[in-house]
């Protein structure tokens, strides 16, 4: 019985390395035909920046950024980015230096998009709307438009 349990088992590691000698040419004609993002995550090697120039229909609407900063606090992104956005968990949003581009649009694609290292994409989850308020907010800060300024 031994020996039939050892044959069979020999046999399912065989078929399973004979599986693994390769991908057929097939499958990789199928892989180069997966579609291509059009607003890719970060910013794309060399000169240009992202592939489309996106523009925020809020801007400095006061009714946008305090709704932007409503919708900051009530999805909790001041558990990973602070109270005021100036940093914890996640990086600071005060800052002038990101990792991904500090234009609308790319912040626009970091909240929709997420981003490597524990930044969730809430495109999904989120309106394009929700997400340009929050994208006007999130520009408010450290300027006088800022609702809800923290305390000095």
Known sequence: MRAFVLVI???LVAAAASGCRGREPADIAAAAALPVMQNPVGPVPGPGG???QMRNPYGND???LQQG?????VMNCSGCHGGHAGGGMGPSLRDEDWIYGSRAENIY???SQGRANGMP??????TDRQIWQMVAYIKSLGTPDEPARPRE
């Not at 900063?69 to 606090?73: A, C, P, S």
Request: aromatic letters at 18%.
């Open 9 to 11: 088992m020999a046999f």
């Open 50 to 52: 992202f592939v489309t």
């Open 62 to 64: 006061a009714t946008a």
């Open 69 to 73: 900063r409503e919708l900051f606090v």
């Open 109 to 111: 694609s970091s909240i």
């Open 121 to 126: 994409a809430w495109g999904q989850r989120v």
